[in-house]
């Protein structure tokens, strides 16, 4: 479409032949013929023409404005481009809206200043068909920026589920503080809490130098205002918050001793930092059970001269943390002097709480060292935080473990191992019970 005021010269004197009523009124807007309406487009002021009885016929708006006595004066258009308006014409002339990309929020914004419903569900539509992980924190500010709730919640819906992309976009850095609140805060994130805190330092130091402010780690707070009370430090793990936080000024003295007393049990809370994992945060695990032995041999078997007459309420306990998130799926036991017995096995968290619990029938045999216990489902430790292993079992082993290890390195995952806290327990680092865990690794 022209954007002039002069007619066609070569235009054809017959050219209504053969054209429907829609096909004649977008030639006669295209060509600029008999216009009477002037709009200002942009800061240059663009001129655009149109006709009257048209846009009187679209939009309740523009009819008012141009029943007005001033009619004849040019419409301004300071915020919009001129390809957003005639995309919008377009659709007034024809129905068709020819919606990108580039311009379907330009047009979302005129069809709500020009009160065209419909065009408006077009751009919805077309925006909400559109969504991806790297434009949907463009579009969510957009959507909060013209008040466009329903968008809004569909691109908060898009980036609560694909999280951990989401938040590594380029557009998250430039989101508003009310729009990454909406997609930080709630437990249903689809991020890793590190990803979390990592993003949103760099989110807070873009806002220092979009506005020439030195990147200090009090200006940062100062940036992340209540943003900084989202990041769940204590998820971050004992080894993590100690290396790459406990060091900086982000937080204060009084916050980092409520977040070390947290990770080492000694309370319950950690201030105003959340400590619940969040529901939709990923965790891939692999694929195979991983076994972490903590003895280089095992002695026995021992002879029933050497054992205790009775087998009732053994218990064995094992204290241990991991420098990175695990799935702990079972442990492995010394084989019992009976053949059939039960085992009971619980974990505790660093807080005390039973995390696990079941009960198993065991069955061995002659010449057996070790056994395995697979729990029913597999529980999640986080990095860092100690977690206590208690095993009630109803026969004596017949081997025991010697040469332990406190730290073992197993792959990417180190783990240390600390003597069981809780009271009546046998437990050993040097040698006794409990050779291993059985664990699968996340793989992110």
């Known amino acids: 479409m022209r954007r002039a005021t002069t007619r066609d010269t070569t235009l054809s004197p017959d050219w209504q032949t053969g054209k429907s009523s829609t096909e004649c009124n977008r030639y006669m807007l295209e060509q600029q013929l008999g216009c009477d309406v002037t709009f200002e487009v942009g800061q240059s002021k663009e001129i655009i023409r149109a006709h009257s009885y048209i846009l009187k016929s679209r939009s309740q708006t523009l009819c008012h404005f141009l029943s007005r006595p001033a009619f004849g004066l040019p419409y301004p258009l300071p915020s919009a481009t ?23 929020i330009g047009v979302l914004h005129l069809s709500k200043e020009f009160n065209i419903g419909a065009l408006r569900d077009n751009c919805i539509a077309f925006i909400t068909s559109h969504l991806s992980d790297d434009n949907v924190c463009h579009f969510l500010e957009q959507a909060h920026h013209h008040q466009e709730e329903d968008l809004g919640n569909t691109c908060v819906e898009l980036a609560l589920n694909h999280g951990e992309t989401v938040i590594r976009s380029y557009g998250f850095l430039h989101l508003c503080h009310e729009c990454v609140w909406r997609i930080i805060t709630p437990d249903s994130l689809r991020a890793r809490e590190v990803t979390v805190y990592q993003r949103l330092l760099e989110w807070a130091r873009t806002r220092l130098e979009q506005n020439n402010t030195s990147i200090t780690d009090l ?20 080894n993590y918050f100690a290396s790459q936080i406990a060091h900086r000024d982000l937080l204060t ?19 105003l930092f959340g400590t619940v994992r969040r529901v939709g945060s990923p965790v891939t695990l692999t694929p195979d059970t991983r076994t972490c032995v903590r003895f280089t041999h095992n002695v026995g078997p021992l002879g029933d001269e050497i054992l205790e007459n009775t087998d ?3 218990r064995l306990g094992l204290a241990l943390s991991c420098t990175k998130l695990v799935a702990l799926r079972g442990l492995l036991l010394y084989r019992g002097r009976r053949a059939e017995y039960a085992v009971t096995v619980k974990l505790f968290s ?19 060292e070790t056994t395995s216990i697979e729990f029913g489902r597999p529980v999640v430790l986080e990095p860092g935080l100690i977690y206590v292993l208690s095993v009630q079992t109803a026969s004596y082993s017949r081997y025991y473990g010697a040469g332990g290890s406190i730290q073992i390195k197993n792959g990417a995952e180190i783990f ?12 050993s680092l040097s040698q006794g019970d409990l050779p291993g865990i059985l664990y699968s690794a996340d793989t992110g």
């Open 82 to 104: 001129p390809e957003d308006l005639i995309c919008v014409l377009r659709y007034c002339y024809t129905d068709m809206s020819h919606l990108t990309i580039d311009t379907v």
């Open 219 to 238: 200006n940062l707070r100062d940036s992340l205002g209540q943003l900084l009370y989202s990041i769940r430090f204590p998820l971050l793990g004992m």
């Open 253 to 271: 003295d009084a916050e980092k001793v409520s977040i070390f007393r947290y990770l080492t049990g000694a309370d319950r809370s950690a201030g």
């Open 312 to 314: 009732a309420n053994r």
């Open 350 to 368: 660093h807080l005390g709480d039973v995390l696990h619990e079941e009960t198993v029938q065991l069955t061995t045999s002659e010449g057996q």
């Open 416 to 427: 240390t191992f600390y003597e069981c806290p809780l009271p009546d327990h046998s437990s």
